[in-house]
């Protein structure tokens, strides 16, 4: 159970030195309770008061990684139930189950259209995180099918068995791989929990219900292991949806140690819309990790996009690199659009100055992610910053004169800007939309 504020600052040193960040060892101890703050801080906690603490400082839910290298799936170490409370950190690993019954040729194709499953979207590279290898042959037959797809996709792997022998096959077959055991249960807990310990790789617990969950868990732990992953073994929609909150909450608010860990969901729709919209909820709430069949295109963009906006920092607008973009063949005669460096503003921008049809330079000033009016009002679209931009940046190299087109909305700019930066400013159109009219009636577009 974990301990009170006032339990843990009856374990500090009580110097009140400020060094751990808050003013007193009182406020620091509040913060730890409430998960807020780090025991490692504290430069002056004994030894033994930092046994004591561990429960108090320790994530309410455990970081567990699978795979390896730069594949490497980071689940767990989450603090809110909110996005809006502070932020969530590792986004839902999302898995594609592969049975091992499929031949050779459909092993194949799945694998290549898994491995495919890579967009770019507003300057954001999506991609997917796992394959599911499940069981329904025999050990030869499963061994064989990891063994194919461990050679074929650098994604990590989900090993989904709860035959212990075909589980330890498995794992000789991919070794280094640092793959996802599924398949610990009541029945199998104790084999499957030294298997992991042997290859040092997470296990999946998979109960009846959240009770039985609980129960279980505090038998693996028992037993020494906690690399874990929980399933509480719901697969209608609502419960599922229900037992990941309940566990959640649980972890989060009650610190509740046994449901301390990263979960699974998997989605079973036959339809492949629904299993995306299966699994769309699963992720807002609380998987971390789905698994899902589908491998269409058009059904996983929509899944990674929501994921992406789930797990951006609320606080911190997505943005573009400030630099030099280049849109179309542009030539030292073509044209330089300003804007900021808002995503949603730039794409939008980048967008219409492609639909006019003349090659152009954009550069989008560092405004934080925010965008022309708001910038502007906020300070940050200034004369004095666009024309640092525009004279540090290089442009100047690029073009052989000396014209630069001003986002409308701020025409009011325009007379300070070229003071500032030397250069002749032309105030554009005030939405994107108008850029391919204006560059039309200006540059013949």
């Known amino acids: 159970m974990a301990l009170t504020g006032l339990e843990i600052y009856k374990l500090l040193p009580k110097k009140n030195c400020g060094e751990c960040g808050p003013p007193t060892c009182l406020a620091f101890a509040m913060s730890l309770a409430a998960a807020k703050t780090t025991l490692d801080l504290c430069p002056y906690v004994s030894d033994e008061a930092k046994e004591a603490l561990g429960a108090a400082s320790a994530p309410p839910i455990k970081l567990i990684k699978i795979g390896s290298g730069d594949k490497t799936v980071e689940l767990g170490d989450e603090t809110v139930l909110f996005r809006h409370d502070k932020t969530f950190f590792h986004p839902t690993g999302i898995a594609f189950e592969v049975e091992d019954s499929l031949n050779d040729a459909e092993l194949t194709q799945k694998l290549k259209e898994i491995n495919e499953l890579e967009f770019d979207r507003v300057g954001l590279h999506y991609e997917v995180d796992m394959v599911a290898v499940k069981q329904t042959a025999d050990a030869a037959q499963f061994k064989a099918a990891v063994q194919k797809i461990e050679a074929g996709t650098k994604l990590s792997l989900v090993l989904i068995t709860e035959d212990v022998a075909s589980a330890e096959q498995a794992l000789e077959a991919c070794k280094g791989r640092n793959p996802l055991l599924y398949g610990a249960t009541a029945n199998n807990y104790s084999e499957m929990t030294e298997l992991a310990k042997k290859y040092s790789v997470p296990l999946g617990v998979k109960a009846e219900n959240i009770f039985a969950l609980s129960d279980l868990v505090e038998k693996i732990t028992a037993l020494g292991y906690k690399e874990l992953v929980l399933d509480s073994g719901a697969r209608g929609t609502s419960q599922v949806l229900a037992d990941l909150t309940e566990v959640r909450r649980a972890a989060i608010k009650k610190k509740y140690r046994p449901f301390g860990y990263p979960t699974v969901a998997f989605a079973t729709a036959e339809d492949p819309m629904e299993e995306i919209m299966q699994a769309q909820v699963y ?89 022309v009016l708001t910038a502007w009002a906020a300070g940050k679209y200034s004369a004095e910053k666009i024309a640092e931009a ?55 577009a």
């Open 283 to 371: 992720l807002t709430k609380y998987a971390s990790v789905v698994v899902l069949k589908t491998t269409a295109k058009h059904f996983v963009l929509p899944l990674l996009t929501w994921r992406q906006n789930l797990y951006t920092d609320p606080q911190k607008p997505i943005q573009v690199e400030t630099k030099i973009y280049e849109v179309g063949n542009v030539t030292a005669d073509s044209p330089v659009y300003l804007t900021t460096n808002f995503s949603l503003t730039y794409f939008s921008v980048e967008g219409e100055v492609e639909g006019s049809k003349v090659p152009s330079y954009i550069i989008p000033v560092d405004t934080d992610g925010t965008s």
């Open 390 to 444: 525009i004279n540090t940046i290089g442009i100047a190299d690029k073009v052989n004169h000396r014209e630069i087109i001003l986002p409308g909305y701020v025409a009011v700019l325009s007379g300070k800007l070229e003071e500032k930066s030397g250069w002749k400013v032309i105030v554009g159109p005030r939405e994107a939309a108008g850029i391919p009219a204006f560059a039309k009636s200006r540059y013949g």
